[in-house]
């Protein structure tokens, strides 16, 4: 189902240098779960385009499926956009990207459309380095499809449904960094203060950029022993057997300092534990992202900030030596070059 928000804006809104406001960068009111992490994403992805001055028409936002694939409804609607196949969101994007090289091409996904059907897609659009923004809404669950554990729920975490996963988490950032992505950065859905500027960090970078945020799934966070449980809602839930509750829950925000350790209290009471990098971290070391990843691993804690970036890395159209005349732009003389030419490349190989 698709809201629309009414068109009556202030008079007086801020105007960028395109003369538009915020409001032409927003999407339609979001169905999601009052309180879930992921609408927070999409209003730092208004905001960044919005004070980058960025042409809406020439963004193309693509997704897979999910609660987080279906945030692209919910920003930047004079743009392009493309809701794809569970996890096959790199390819569509891919495609996209060779055809016109010259938009912005931003991709959500989801914990389980990366981690788990959509894996294959993600290890291979990074190592083909497609220059675009992937954004990974990583709530450890399955949300659209009532909270499975995802591959990235904690090992000995208790799904709604009673299990207890007996699997490790696989770390999407640094099988990014592994992978050779150029750019590699970890943030929480709360902390405004530093999505925006890695957001426009992101989009100003010439390759792959990934941003892996942690965002809280308020509705499937009801399991006693789950990193991300939510008791009340499983109490409530058990005593009517056939319908589920939503509760209204406000947003989780958090601003901290560089170098700081802070604790955010989940709506359940659970506790993460998130550590900002510090002012001096270089994130042009490999090796070093790699080891503060395992080790805040090894504290329980989620490492934020810019982990990671190569700032001239070669981008996929570099790597096949394509044209500078995107694809869709050439003419059929160019695209198709006649039978003489073909003739002289088949002697070629003869
Ligand atoms: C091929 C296929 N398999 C399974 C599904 C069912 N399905 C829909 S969304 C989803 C997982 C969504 O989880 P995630 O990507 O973490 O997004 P969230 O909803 O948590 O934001 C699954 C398994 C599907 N739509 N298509
Ligand atoms: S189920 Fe979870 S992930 Fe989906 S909209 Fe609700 S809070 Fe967000």
Redesign the pocket.
């Known amino acids: 189902m698709t809201f629309y928000k009414p068109v009556f804006r202030h008079p007086e809104l801020p105007k960028n240098k395109l003369g538009y406001t915020s409001a032409e960068y927003e999407g339609t009111i979001s169905t999601l779960c009052a309180g879930c992490g992921?609408d927070s994403i999409s209003t730092a992805i208004v905001q960044a385009c919005f004070e980058l001055d960025i042409e809406p028409h020439k963004v193309a936002k693509l997704s897979?499926?999910?609660?987080?694939?279906?945030t692209p409804a919910y920003f930047l609607s004079n743009s392009h956009g493309f809701n794809s196949?569970?996890?096959r969101m790199p390819a569509v994007a891919t495609g996209a990207n060779l055809a016109n090289k010259d938009l912005l091409y931003i991709g959500v996904?989801?914990?389980?459309?990366?981690?788990?059907?959509?894996m294959g897609q993600f290890v291979h659009v990074i190592r083909k380095n497609l220059n675009m923004v992937y954004i990974c809404?990583?709530?450890?669950?399955?949300?659209?499809?009532k909270g499975?554990d995802?591959a990235?729920a904690d090992v000995g975490s208790i799904s709604k449904a009673g299990s207890v996963n007996p699997y490790p988490p696989i770390d999407l950032a640094s099988l990014a960094i592994e992978l050779g992505a150029s750019f590699v950065a970890q943030s929480f859905s709360g902390d405004k203060d530093q999505l925006n500027p890695l957001l426009k960090a992101a989009i100003n970078h010439p390759g792959f950029a990934f941003l892996n945020i942690v965002?809280p799934?308020v509705t499937?966070n009801n399991n006693p022993g789950s990193t991300k449980s939510y008791q009340f809602v499983r109490e409530h839930a058990a005593c009517t057997g056939r319908t589920d509750y939503v509760p209204v829950m406000d947003t989780i925000t958090k601003s901290y300092a560089e170098g700081e350790l802070t604790s955010i209290e989940l709506h359940d009471g659970s506790v993460l534990q998130f550590h900002k990098l510090d002012n001096d971290w270089n994130p042009e070391d490999r090796l070093s992202a790699i080891a503060a990843l395992k080790k805040a691993e090894a504290k329980q804690e989620v490492l934020t900030g810019l982990l990671y970036i190569n700032r001239n890395p070669k981008e996929l159209h570099q790597i096949l030596n394509t044209s500078d005349t995107p694809l869709n732009r050439l003419n059929e003389g160019a695209l198709c070059p006649g039978n003489d030419i073909l003739r002289d490349i088949n002697e070629g190989f003869r």
């Open positions: 992921h897979g499926i999910g609660c987080s694939s279906k196949v569970h996890g996904s989801g914990d389980g459309d990366s981690a788990s059907i959509g809404m990583n709530n450890g669950v399955y949300g659209l499809t499975q995802s990235t965002s799934c499937f």
